[in-house]
Nanobody
Framework: QIQLVESGGGSVQAGGSLRLSCVGSGFTTSRYCMGWWRQAPGKERERVATVPLHGSAAVYAASVRNRFTISQDNAKNTLYLQMNSLEPGDTAMYYC???????????????????????WGRGTQVTVST
């Protein structure tokens, strides 16, 4: 059973930084994709960044590119999201998500790009004030 637990959210002023963490458990292989998503009140859920588990080919939403960085610590089974130059528009509940295992023969980047992630954490709130 895959479990994802996020932490690291909080309140920060515009221009500040936060680092989110997601501890994952229950993965049986490395054929998974991981990612961060966010949802602001009254808005649809938005993909922030995704990366193959134990891989390095990260993909970012245009709105966060060059400000946010997704990374992993394989020894700690932890996914991170370093968020710099935060803006009020980044205010949202942030969720860690996973999908897998990736079927044989399926391109890893195409697989990670799917919208239908299966496993979700409970979220951590990020609030950016002016």
């Amino acid at each position: 059973q895959i479990q994802l637990v996020e932490s690291g959210g909080g309140s920060v002023q515009a221009g500040g930084s936060l680092r989110l963490s997601c501890v994952g458990s229950g993965f049986t292989t490395s054929r998974y994709c991981m990612g961060w998503w966010r949802q602001a009140p009254g808005k649809e859920r938005e993909r922030v960044a995704t990366v193959p588990l134990h891989g390095s080919a990260a993909v970012y939403a245009a709105s966060v590119r060059n400000r946010f960085t997704i990374s992993q610590d394989n020894a700690k089974n932890t996914l991170y999201l370093q968020m710099n130059s935060l803006e009020p528009g980044d205010t949202a509940m942030y969720y860690c998500a996973a999908i897998g295992p990736r079927p044989a023969g399926v391109d890893v980047l195409e697989y990670c790009a799917t919208l239908e992630y299966e496993y979700w954490g409970r979220g951590t709130q990020v609030t950016v004030s002016t």
